[in-house]
């Protein structure tokens, strides 16, 4: 594979910029780009339509709070984290989050990469680079699709009843 140097610039980014669940996701980095090494994704979330709490089997994730606030519950213990606050969440460690401000801004990151290619998976191109218009709870079929593909990247103990919006 021919490696190569990937930008992401303002006049680009809407070109990486998807619509899912709710929320406004930029891929500043993929697994393409870094040889599988990582993923870099910057997220913009509504209040309420965080994912269900989780558990990874195959990836690490990190999170940086550029904006707002997080309530994470990790193995039971809670922890708030607001603009400047990082946390690094282990595979296998139950956890989830709360988004307490109206939005939160963050950066994930998951190593090695390869969920982002859920989130490509169940979202669609962003048309601006601004949160989607509320479209209403997923339907059957998204959750069904939620549901294999939840098997397919690894990911256990997630309550699919729980997710509360889609863009698709």
């Known amino acids: 594979m021919e490696r190569?140097?990937?930008?992401?610039?303002?006049?680009?980014?809407?070109e990486r910029?998807?619509?899912y669940m709710g929320g406004f996701l930029t891929f500043i980095a993929t697994g393409e780009d870094t040889d599988?090494?990582?993923?870099?994704?910057?997220t913009i979330m509504r209040k309420g339509l965080e994912p269900p709490g989780h558990t990874h089997t195959?990836?690490?994730?990190?999170?940086?709070?550029?904006?707002?606030e997080m309530l994470f519950t990790v193995d039971g213990k809670e922890t708030l984290?607001?603009?400047?606050?990082?946390?690094?969440?282990?595979?296998?460690?139950?956890h989830g989050f709360k988004i307490q401000t109206d939005t939160a801004k963050y950066l994930l990151q998951?190593?090695?990469?390869?969920?982002?290619?859920?989130?490509?998976?169940?979202?669609?191109?962003?048309?601006?680079?601004?949160?989607?218009?509320l479209s209403g709870p997923p339907s059957p079929e998204i959750i069904k699709l939620l549901?294999?593909?939840t098997v397919k990247y690894g990911i256990k103990n997630?309550?699919?009843?729980?997710?509360?919006a889609a863009n698709i």
């Open 158 to 164: 997630l309550d699919h009843a729980q997710i509360k």
């Open 58 to 68: 195959r990836e690490d994730e990190s999170f940086y709070v550029l904006e707002g």
């Open 36 to 42: 599988g090494k990582y993923a870099l994704i910057e």
């Open 110 to 133: 998951v190593a090695p990469a390869g969920l982002e290619e859920m989130f490509i998976e169940v979202s669609r191109p962003a048309e601006k680079p601004e949160l989607p218009p």
């Open 4 to 14: 190569q140097i990937v930008y992401l610039t303002e006049e680009n980014n809407l």
């Open 81 to 94: 984290l607001k603009a400047g606050d990082h946390i690094y969440l282990p595979k296998d460690i139950p």
């Open 147 to 149: 549901g294999e593909l």
């Open 17 to 19: 910029a998807r619509w």
